[in-house]
């Protein structure tokens, strides 16, 4: 690395201005980080299948055309939700709902925020220690252009989901990150979609904390349907009080690259962290899920189901590791990848990875790869359905279960119909 | 309807099928019986078009074309069903979805609107009716988690519901307990009718006391070794194949 000039160190000098807090320490402090850790290459595990080599060019972009964007917005609007839209990575209250006037629910934006809020900012430069993989959650807060807050009170019962919606992103990368906190038996919904967001060769980085407190639930979905040659990374890190349970479920079917990460850490006892999701992939697109629960505390659950289909040149990647400290006895984990190639030249790569330091736990897991099943297709084929629908149905029979993760059928319904489009199925 | 000559099968390169020859008309109802191994799910594999069944000589006729040369979907489009024996789970394709497609490709071949959701339940409830079955099996995955005679019954089901012109049903009966074979048996009887032909194969006379075939063949080794009427299944139930060179084990 070269010490006098880092990458990104001039660039980073003329957004600052631009930039919510502009002149604020951390984010200064988050630039120090980054430029500490550079760009994580590939050598690293957990970027193996992730390339950041096209990142280096020009991280501003180009001015966007606002046309076209608002109509396609309201297409992505779940009814009677809250609606935040984001276009270049700036809020832009005209397209979203009111803020205010639901009970227990303070909702406000980060960049109106940062200026006037030591903890909020505290939070964002992440403690992510000397860790290189933490490369890109710390660019992240040094150039955060915007994101949601979410705040929850104890006991709060959020009915309406909230929707947070990126579009608009220029060429260059856009910055986000939400916070988001529900107090002591609260329960709430969040659905993020990235469709179509992102312009050619753009990147969309999206960092989200998440502090789930006591008896508290969150249902996290996010639809990652970004256009072909558009990037999305995402990392959500994931705090999981005593009997506190945290639902995600992620659909990653657009995009060159979308990538999906999710670090989950229980810090009282009898919680439950489900993390599922769908990966679908055409061309050379390239759908990488990462997960890590760490069952630090005894009598905790978690859950994981991954299924991926990949055509073409595509590939999967499902690294899912779970770590059981010796202090979490009674630990019950599992995990699962299924893949299914719709060409030879598509790829899965699984990678289970289990480490265990108590002895009384319960742990499984699960990965398979294969091709869609000849008999299957010819029984289909014997009922009439020509070839090409008989395959359509089969890869939509091969993820439907997962989708079941999803209580609320209005919202299963909202996720599944993102998979039917990449599938061609009406 | 069908018009079988001389053909000649090989799975794996193993000939299977030595020549058979068979006509089977409108209206007809054929039993092809015959020991294990002697061909006949190959036959109705050959009849089915599924991949790797290679038929090495000889023509089949279906309709006034030429059935060999068919997709396996064109076949069942244009009104031949087949009935398996190991019916196929399908995971995660719901039943009744499954079962409409099937019905609006069959529609759509015949030059008829598909037919949307709610008119698909009217069809589906009248011909429940008259197989007397309930609808519950279609909720689930097709045939997922399915006993042998849920299984055997949803192909029945499906067989009304598309409406074919000619039915081989291999090993229809296995299977089936006494009840089950009763209902299984009602519904291939609904489907006889002048414009209609049914190819049974199985290995048990049972069935034909509930299906009464206007002709009995012997499939022995590749070829049919004998016709005849319903009483040949009869003498097969009471001599079995032995008077064929055929000595099957207990």
Redesign the interface.
Known sequence: MNVESPLFAEQFEAMKPSLPGGDASWRQMAFDRFAALGLPSRKREAWRHTSLSALKGDLTGQPLDMEGITSALENQKIVGALHLVFVGGHFVPELSSALDGVDGLTLRTLGSSVEDEDALVDQIVLNGGENPDEALVALNGALVSDGAVIKLADGAQMKQPIQLIYAGNPTGLVNIRNIISLGKGATATLVEIAQDATATNGWLNIVNQIDVEDGARLDHLRVMADGADANHISQSRVSLAADARYESFALLSGGALARHEVQAVFTGTGGHCGLSGIGLGAGKAVRDVITHIDHALPDCTSAQIFKNVMDDHASSVFQGKVTVQQDAQRTDAIQSNHNILLARTATANSKPELVIFADDVKCAHGATVGEL????L??????????A??RQ??V??????VFDVIEDPALRDYVRAHASAWLGVS | MLEIKNIHATVGGNAILKGINLTVNGGEVHAIMGPNGAGKSTLGNVL????GYDVTAGSVTYRGQDLLDM???A???DGL??G?QY???????NGMT?LR??AN??RG?RGLEPLDGMDFLKLLKTKMAELEMDDALLKR?VNVGFSGGEKKRNEII?MAI?DPHLMILDETDSGLDIDALKLVSQGINLMRGEDKAIVMITHYQRLLDYVKPDFVHVLVDGRFVDSGGPELALKLEREGYAAYGVHEAA
């Open positions: 099943d000849a008999n299957q010819f029984y289909m084929r014997t009922r009439g359905l020509d070839e629908t008989a149905l089969l939509e029979g091969f993820i439907a279960d | 089915a078009g599924r991949d997709a396996p979907d076949r069942a489009r069903f087949m398996f019916p196929v789970e399908l995971p995660g394709v499954f497609m099937a490709a069959v071949h995955s499906q598309m």
